[in-house]
């Protein structure tokens, strides 16, 4: 029998809040967006949150309100004594498929207060078919005011809900996973860090990899020897120079040798 939810659905980061109706309760208490950049989580496991998001630096800003984390169960917009989202596919074939009238609920109820338009506010279905997020996308989510993930589950969603509402499909790489939370999870890391004041040294995201098409170059720190491996000379110089400039040359080495798809891509945009 599916578990059915009782508590309040979990509000993350420190905003005030408003009464509004919702599925789960006639009555309670849900936040107001003021400004603060949102994440908004469709799932059929809304206490995976904030897990690992929890924690750290984005943990840290998720208490200071320099970011906010909805998780929207999707359990209570099901339909009869069950709840059941899901039915089996058309046209025959294992597994169960996320029904488009119910997750247009959700999307619905995710939709309230925020701008119409993608680039203002992206809404994404993780999926192991959609366009691989890379750097440039959590860059792109980190300048609009939230995001909206979609988290599947069983074989998928139901395709007409996806076209209806213009969802872009997102992938965490070429692999599949049981349920889109863990994706979801990586990719609001990526895009908070970027955020401005949740990482304590802004000008720390401007060397690291991808940032400029590269991988990043090797890192060091004391003690200057271990274990017979030595601290590269020219980064105990104090030639700031030189130091940048083995560091580009290190970079370039490394993406040409492990990344050859971003090392033509950043040839071609040198040319």
Excluded at 202 to 213: I, K, M, R, W, Y
Aim: aromatic fraction near 6%.
């Amino acid at each position: 029998m599916p578990r059915v939810m009782t508590e309040k659905p979990k509000s993350h980061g420190r905003l005030k809040v408003r009464p509004t109706l919702t599925p789960r309760a006639l009555m309670e208490d849900t936040p107001d967006l003021v400004n603060t950049w949102t994440a908004r989580v469709i799932t059929l496991f809304p206490n995976a949150f904030p897990g690992v998001l929890g924690q750290s630096l984005t943990g840290k800003a998720l208490d200071m309100g320099k970011w906010r984390l909805e998780p929207i169960d999707l359990r209570p917009f099901g339909e009869g004594k069950h709840k059941n989202v899901d039915d089996t596919p058309a046209g025959g074939g294992a597994g169960m498929v996320l029904r488009a009238d119910i997750v247009s609920k959700a999307l619905d109820k995710a939709a309230e207060g925020t701008p119409t338009s993608r680039g203002r506010w992206p809404v994404v279905y993780l999926s192991p078919r959609g366009r691989r997020f890379d750097q440039t996308m959590a860059k792109n989510w980190a300048r609009a005011e939230g995001v909206t993930l979609l988290c599947g589950r069983f074989e998928g969603v139901d395709e007409r809900v996806l076209e209806e509402y213009q969802i872009e499909e997102v992938s965490l790489g070429d692999f599949v996973l049981t349920g889109g939370e863990l994706a979801a999870q990586a990719m609001i890391d990526a895009t908070v860090r970027l955020l401005p004041g949740v990482l304590g040294n802004a000008t720390s995201t401007e060397d690291e990899s991808h940032s400029h098409g590269l991988l990043e170059h090797p890192q060091y720190t004391r003690p200057a020897e271990w274990r017979g491996r030595a601290i590269p000379e020219v980064l105990l110089s104090g030639n700031h120079g030189a130091v940048e400039e083995w560091r580009r040359e290190m970079s370039e080495a490394l993406t040409r040798a492990r990344r050859p798809d971003l090392w033509a891509k950043y040839e071609e945009n040198k040319g």
